[in-house]
């Protein structure tokens, strides 16, 4: 996001690479930023202790995430951004079919 301030307490929907670490639980923006350490490139995650069992099944898989996004405070090594009062964690497959395309009349 530019400009992170223009979103800060409102609510979002986005789709990310899902780690839950012993002291991380983050939305990466694809599976090559964490696999290259890319931790500036990631939200944080604020799960209650039932969606931190949930995103247990769900890591290191692509997620659909629903919440409220906050600034989290400017640090080189951070994300500037974090997800509170989430209310949707589920899977999103990458892979799945386009819809079909619908024909239109001439």
Avoid at 23 to 51: A, C, M, V
Wanted: glycine fraction near 4%; charged fraction near 25%.
């Amino acid at each position: 996001i530019a400009n992170p301030a223009t979103y800060a307490g409102k609510p979002v929907q986005t789709i990310g690479f899902l780690c839950i670490a012993e002291e991380e639980e983050n939305l990466y923006l694809n599976e090559e930023d964490y696999l290259h350490g890319l931790y500036i490139n990631s939200i944080d995650l604020r799960l209650t202790e039932s969606q931190r069992e949930k995103a247990k099944a769900l890591n290191l898989k692509y997620v659909m995430v629903e919440g409220t996004l906050s600034l989290r405070g400017v640090h080189p090594d951070w994300p500037m951004l974090r997800l509170v009062n989430i209310h949707r964690l589920d899977e999103w497959n990458i892979h799945r079919q386009p819809p079909a395309a619908v024909a239109t009349p001439r």
